[in-house]
């Protein structure tokens, strides 16, 4: 008996992607989602079911799950769809996976580890590019260095743009400040409370500190209990940024976040970008892990755009949860499959590692 699937914001740039990688694999998923002109119409383009239903009630999220084997979240913001999803999943026994990137997502999952594992539901958000190749990377480097109590990631999109979900989902994380892990513990600290000169591949570059789902989930999978996540920025830029963090308080108005993600939505023309325009693009991983005597492990590498990333790691969870038997429970994407999945991914260079 062929197991079903259901992909929930189906409507979406990057779940475009996530069907058309389905399809290539024979997998046809339901569509499903909150804007019933928008399912319809793809559901009937591809001959697929679909159905209809918001997240406001958990009778209903629960009617609609019941038959469902394995649910694919592609809805952001993830703050806002992913505790519903993941607590009707439970009762109805279904797996769940997304594409989140964000952190209090990762938390509120890990949280329901017993629960899942009591239900033999498989938990696991994040299984695209956040955060499988960082959260891949991660655990192969504290393999290589098991002591390590420090760990430092980067990366960066090299001629690529967000989708309109990732840049509204960007303008309210921005509210929230930066987080780090400091001993164990994520801590709320300022953007850019840190800098850092980091080399992936392209000579030294400024980076500064961001709020990334990995402060989460590589604790989760690696046990490191200091983490800081960093993106490449000019060091004009991370002063730029420090001048104006008094200022971000002004972004935790609703009005002020609505009218951003309009001007933002004007910007980025069908949502994202074309096939074309992915193929030019591509993604840098770095990361580095350090113990307390001062010796480190580090490796980057380059995969394809973060889309074609996402939309095939999506498949690929589904498939394996699809085909496979799994102990349930929470998983980050390292523990479910294994760090080996990085060199699967679309445009992976392979990694050069280096150790001092």
């Given at each position: 008996?062929?197991k079903?699937?259901?992909?929930?914001?189906a409507?979406?740039?990057?779940s475009?992607?996530?069907?058309?990688?389905?399809v290539g694999?024979?997998?046809?998923?339901?569509?499903?989602?909150?804007?019933q002109?928008k399912i319809?119409?793809l559901?009937?383009?591809?001959?697929?079911?679909?159905?209809?239903?918001?997240?406001?009630?958990?009778?209903?999220?629960?009617?609609?799950l019941?038959?469902?084997?394995i649910?694919?979240n592609?809805?952001?913001p993830y703050s806002?769809?992913?505790?519903?999803?993941?607590?009707?999943?439970?009762?109805?026994?279904?797996?769940?996976?997304?594409?989140?990137g964000?952190?209090?997502?990762?938390?509120?999952a890990?949280?329901?580890h017993?629960?899942?594992?009591?239900?033999?539901?498989v938990?696991?958000?994040?299984?695209?590019?956040?955060?499988i190749?960082?959260?891949?990377?991660?655990?192969?480097l504290?393999?290589k260095?098991?002591?390590?109590n420090e760990?430092n990631?980067?990366?960066?999109?090299?001629?690529?743009?967000?989708?309109i979900?990732t840049?509204?989902?960007s303008i309210?994380?921005?509210?929230?400040?930066?987080?780090?892990?400091?001993?164990?513990?994520?801590?709320?600290?300022?953007?850019?409370?840190?800098?850092?000169?980091i080399?992936?591949?392209q000579g030294?570059?400024?980076?500064?500190?961001?709020?990334?789902?990995?402060?989460?989930?590589?604790f989760?999978?690696?046990?490191?209990?200091?983490?800081?996540?960093?993106i490449p920025?000019?060091?004009?830029?991370?002063?730029?940024?420090?001048?104006?963090?008094?200022?971000?308080?002004?972004?935790?108005?609703?009005?002020?976040?609505?009218?951003?993600?309009n001007?933002m939505?004007?910007k980025?023309?069908?949502?994202?970008?074309?096939?074309?325009?992915?193929?030019?693009?591509?993604?840098?991983?770095?990361?580095?892990?350090?113990?307390?005597?001062?010796?480190?492990?580090?490796g980057?590498?380059?995969?394809?755009?973060?889309?074609?990333?996402?939309?095939?790691?999506?498949?690929l969870?589904?498939?394996?949860?699809?085909?496979?038997?799994?102990?349930?429970g929470y998983?980050?994407p390292s523990?479910?499959?294994?760090?080996?999945?990085?060199?699967?991914?679309p445009?992976f260079?392979?990694?050069?590692?280096?150790?001092?």
């Amino acid at each position: 008996m062929s197991k079903k699937i259901m992909l929930y914001g189906a409507n979406g740039y990057t779940s475009r992607l996530i069907i058309k990688e389905l399809v290539g694999q024979n997998i046809k998923p339901v569509l499903a989602g909150r804007n019933q002109e928008k399912i319809n119409s793809l559901a009937d383009k591809h001959g697929f079911q679909f159905c209809i239903f918001s997240l406001n009630d958990s009778d209903d999220i629960d009617k609609n799950l019941k038959e469902v084997d394995i649910l694919i979240n592609a809805a952001g913001p993830y703050s806002l769809t992913a505790k519903p999803l993941i607590d009707s999943c439970l009762r109805t026994k279904t797996h769940y996976i997304d594409i989140t990137g964000e952190i209090d997502v990762f938390v509120y999952a890990q949280s329901k580890h017993k629960d899942a594992k009591e239900a033999g539901v498989v938990v696991c958000p994040g299984v695209g590019f956040d955060v499988i190749p960082t959260d891949c990377l991660s655990y192969m480097l504290k393999d290589k260095l098991p002591d390590a109590n420090e760990l430092n990631i980067c990366f960066f999109s090299e001629n690529g743009r967000p989708s309109i979900g990732t840049a509204k989902t960007s303008i309210e994380g921005l509210s929230k400040g930066g987080r780090i892990r400091k001993d164990g513990k994520i801590e709320p600290v300022s953007l850019a409370h840190a800098v850092k000169e980091i080399d992936y591949g392209q000579g030294p570059k400024m980076a500064m500190s961001i709020p990334w789902g990995d402060v989460a989930t590589a604790f989760f999978s690696t046990g490191i209990p200091n983490i800081i996540v960093y993106i490449p920025r000019s060091l004009k830029g991370i002063n730029k940024i420090k001048k104006q963090r008094k200022w971000l308080f002004i972004l935790k108005l609703k009005f002020v976040q609505n009218y951003l993600k309009n001007k933002m939505q004007k910007k980025i023309i069908n949502g994202g970008d074309s096939d074309e325009q992915r193929a030019k693009s591509k993604m840098w991983v770095w990361a580095e892990v350090k113990n307390k005597e001062g010796k480190t492990e580090s490796g980057y590498f380059q995969v394809g755009n973060g889309y074609d990333v996402t939309g095939y790691g999506a498949m690929l969870f589904a498939k394996n949860i699809m085909e496979n038997t799994f102990t349930g429970g929470y998983y980050t994407p390292s523990l479910l499959l294994g760090p080996s999945i990085v060199e699967t991914l679309p445009g992976f260079s392979g990694i050069k590692f280096s150790n001092s």
